[in-house]
């Protein structure tokens, strides 16, 4: 079901869980600002989230308020993890899913990093 992102941060969420090592995930990267793991359910050959460390559930309210460190931090590893995932010569897709249209899942923000494929058009058009 999807989520409204306007609701404050829950911490039972699924990846605050994995993010306190309750729960196991695929790790393939982590420093100060951001972890990276394998999808539980990939849509591609490779596809990976990326979520910030901090308490964020959506684009905008990580914009808002996360610290410059915290956002530099996020998008470099997103693009660390791209180059060390080998998808910078063949090409990818970043995609982050926000709220109620954007059926978002899981109330902790995220980008998907698919690749390993042609990815074909953008959106569906259902
Ligand atoms: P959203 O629709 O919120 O952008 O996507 C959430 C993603 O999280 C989905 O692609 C789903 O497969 C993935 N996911 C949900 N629960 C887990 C989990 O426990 N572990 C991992 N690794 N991925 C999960």
């Given at each position: 079901?999807?989520?409204?992102?306007?609701?404050?941060?829950?911490?039972?969420?699924?990846?605050?869980?994995?993010?306190?090592?309750?729960i196991?995930?695929?790790?393939?990267?982590?420093?100060?600002?951001?972890?990276?793991?394998?999808?539980?359910?990939?849509?591609?050959?490779?596809?990976?989230?990326?979520?910030?460390?901090?308490?964020?559930?959506?684009?905008?309210?990580?914009?808002?308020?996360?610290?410059?460190?915290?956002?530099?931090?996020?998008?470099?590893?997103?693009?660390?993890?791209?180059?060390?995932?080998?998808?910078?010569?063949?090409?990818?897709?970043?995609?982050?899913?926000?709220?109620?249209d954007?059926?978002?899942e899981?109330?902790?923000?995220?980008?998907?990093?698919?690749?390993?494929?042609?990815?074909?058009?953008?959106?569906?058009?259902?």
């Open positions: 079901m999807p989520i409204d992102a306007t609701l404050a941060y829950d911490d039972s969420n699924i990846f605050a869980k994995i993010l306190r090592d309750e196991p995930a695929q790790r393939v990267y982590e420093d100060d600002f951001a972890l990276a793991f394998h999808d539980i359910n990939p849509q591609a050959p490779t596809h990976i989230l990326v979520i910030p460390k901090g308490r964020y559930v959506s684009w905008d309210d990580f914009a808002a308020s996360a610290s410059a460190d915290e956002i530099a931090g996020f998008v470099r590893a997103v693009g660390t993890v791209a180059r060390d995932n080998g998808l910078v010569a063949p090409g990818y897709r970043l995609l982050a899913n926000i709220g109620t954007g059926h978002q899981v109330p902790h923000l995220h980008v998907h990093l698919f690749g390993g494929r042609p990815l074909g058009p953008m959106l569906s058009r259902v």
